[in-house]
């Protein structure tokens, strides 16, 4: 079973509007971290915005902020005021723990957002 | 502050040969984590180091080793390649290990086995 879940394999958005990227998840685990990445063509993955699992506070960085619903197990990610050089390969990841300590870092298929001028 | 570092860039290989990848992270982080993408499976995770040791370790055949200096550079090895292991490999550096939220990835190095 897919533990990351992007349904969207492509978006497109108006400049200066605001577009929602899905992402559910699935883990049996109390603690986990949740994260969202941004991959432009030249390859380099940029670390975005973080959410842990015990946060109550959805968390925001700037014009991108992660609507985090626990219950639901989504973290869909919203960028407001859409820019041209935010069109993307954007990424969804989970990192959960075992009781050894270990991690596993997950990634979903990712969604590739295209913003019109 | 200098980013995460990855040599080469661009590789070329024939099937049966390994391969080195170099990685050097950020400096002051401790934890180089490596990563390989294709398209067909996308981003799964390798391996974490963190004060020269294997932490973490994903689903990947024992070709696949790693190891980390003392200065926290880290190489990755692949022996035997197969046609199947041409992908972006990239390489993400943090402060602690599981850090995921301080994560940062270098340019990555782009094997192509033929």
């Known amino acids: 079973a897919q533990k990351i879940t992007q349904t969207q394999p492509g978006m497109f958005v108006q400049e200066k509007e605001a577009v929602t990227l899905d992402c559910t998840y699935d883990?049996?685990?109390?603690?986990?971290?949740l994260f969202w990445y941004k991959q432009p063509s030249s390859g380099e993955m940029i670390f975005l915005i973080y959410?842990?699992?015990?946060?109550?506070q959805n968390a925001t960085e700037g014009r991108y902020s992660l609507n985090f619903q626990k219950a639901r197990k989504s973290a869909n990610l919203v960028i407001s005021a859409s820019q041209l050089g935010d069109s993307a390969m954007y990424f969804c990841?989970?990192?959960?723990?075992?009781?050894?300590?270990?991690?596993?870092?997950?990634f979903g298929t990712g969604t590739r957002l295209k913003v019109l001028a | 502050k200098a980013g995460v570092t990855q040599t080469p860039r661009y590789l070329i290989k024939t099937r049966g040969q390994q391969v080195t990848l170099s990685c050097s992270p950020i400096?002051?982080?401790?934890?180089v984590s490596w990563y390989q993408q294709t398209p067909g499976q996308g981003l799964q995770f390798l391996f974490e180091?963190?004060?020269?040791?294997?932490?973490n370790k994903g689903n990947f055949p024992g070709r696949f080793s790693g190891r980390q200096f003392s200065n926290s550079r880290s190489e990755m090895n692949v022996s035997t390649l197969e046609l199947g292991d041409s992908a972006l490999y990239l390489c993400?550096?943090?402060?602690?290990?599981?850090?995921?939220?301080?994560?940062?990835f270098g340019p990555g190095t782009r094997l192509t086995v033929t």
């Open positions: 993400a550096s943090s402060l602690v290990i599981g850090g995921a939220y301080e994560q940062y």
């Open positions: 883990t049996s685990d109390q603690s986990y971290g």
């Open positions: 959410q842990g699992s015990y946060d109550e």
């Open positions: 990841a989970m990192r959960e723990g075992s009781p050894s300590g270990t991690y596993k870092y997950i």
């Open positions: 400096s002051g982080h401790r934890s």
């Open positions: 180091y963190f004060s020269e040791t294997q932490r």
